[in-house]
DNA sequence: CGAAATTAATTAACTAACTTTACTATTTCT
DNA sequence: AGAAATAGTAAAGTTAGTTAATTAATTTCG
């Protein structure tokens, strides 16, 4: 008696069907996993702000900020390349880079080399600020993940690289799909 | 010969200490995570958006549709229900069942038994567009988690739920760290 | 009962976090 | 040299949300 005859409304679709995902035939796993997922992402980005405000700093600078101390080096980084890393417009990194300038976070300068270029790096307030987040970043963390065994932690990284990749794939699909129907809509002018 | 004697630069606190998210004793893959973490996250963002396109609505609409629907049983749902499920201001809910509603994809009525509430349902319209939303979901979460085996799939479920309820403690252990350092701030009038 | 407090939804005004477009300066290519 | 490409920037606009105040209905309780 499941939905297999009679005159039971028309089984709702899935929205997975790959068999691995699924649980008796059912995404519910999945559909939870996606709310959780969600949430998930909501606290993340909570936790940024956090971060961002025990810095002195927004959520995105914040961001911002993280970038330029992981691709700085030894010269330095660019806009673009900080706009690249994070998939941000350059018009946006430039205008909170000039407010972490103006904070006194961030070094600016020019690249002899190219004068269209130019190079930021931390300041050392802004060093300093990135290191003292730490006393509280590793509590945070640590709480965040204190269920996790080694094993759980060396998968989820594992399946985290592995969706950033596929994602982007699964996107330019999309891409494909919504263009093809540009049906539904509930517009003013006519379509 | 590492850190240990001499005169290096101190050695950069970790961001993380718990010992199962240390790899050498070095917390390098654990940001290498969370930064991974952050663009699936942004890409989960991006695909909502599409869905939401698909569907006709905004990525905000398209959550705020979903959740009328998982939550609407017989007897429709509140505003303020979607509010605390979504974590999103019930204001905001508001507007944009407005919206849904005028768009024709919700229904809307003043519970009769308490005046002030509200019972919000899909309409079939809105039904309908959720169903058909399906054929491209499908095949789009199963590109994005074609590389997952059962076993990572259970893990990643399982570690999530965890992580969503652990994420909820440390921030208000976050709060608290914040509160009582209001140190930083480069404000312009005095603090 | 009737006043005070509480709750649900709404409105308006505002803010944060971006994007798009257009532009300038510089470098590279031919 | 001139054309095309690249790096950064400024200005204006958009989107996704929030907070605060308001209205209306309900509950509490002296």
């Given at each position: 008696m499941k939905a297999t005859s009679g005159k039971a409304k028309a089984a709702p679709a899935k929205t997975v069907t790959k068999k691995e995902l699924l649980t008796k035939g059912s995404d519910a796993n999945f559909r939870q996993y996606i709310h959780d997922l969600f949430a998930f992402s909501v606290r993340m980005q909570d936790v940024r702000n956090?971060?961002?405000?025990?810095?002195?700093?927004?959520?995105?600078?914040?961001?911002?900020?993280?970038?330029?101390s992981n691709l700085q080096g030894q010269e330095g980084v660019g806009v673009n390349v900080i706009a690249k890393h994070l998939q941000?417009?350059?018009?946006?990194?430039?205008?909170e880079i000039n407010n972490l300038v103006t904070a006194g976070l961030v070094d600016k300068a020019t690249d002899p080399a190219d004068r269209r270029r130019v190079r930021l790096?931390?300041?050392?307030?802004g060093a300093q600020r990135l290191e003292n987040l730490k006393t509280i970043q590793a509590p945070v963390n640590d709480?965040?993940?204190s269920s996790l065994t080694r094993e759980e932690f060396e998968t989820l990284r594992d399946v985290m690289s592995r969706l950033v990749q596929h994602s982007a794939e699964a996107l330019a699909l999309l891409d494909f799909y919504v263009a093809k129907s540009s049906s539904n809509k509930t517009g003013t002018y006519g379509g």
């Open positions: 956090r971060f961002g405000a025990f810095v002195g700093v927004s959520g995105s600078q914040y961001i911002i900020l993280l970038a330029v941000l417009s350059s018009a946006f990194i430039t205008m790096m931390l300041s050392a307030e709480a965040i993940y």
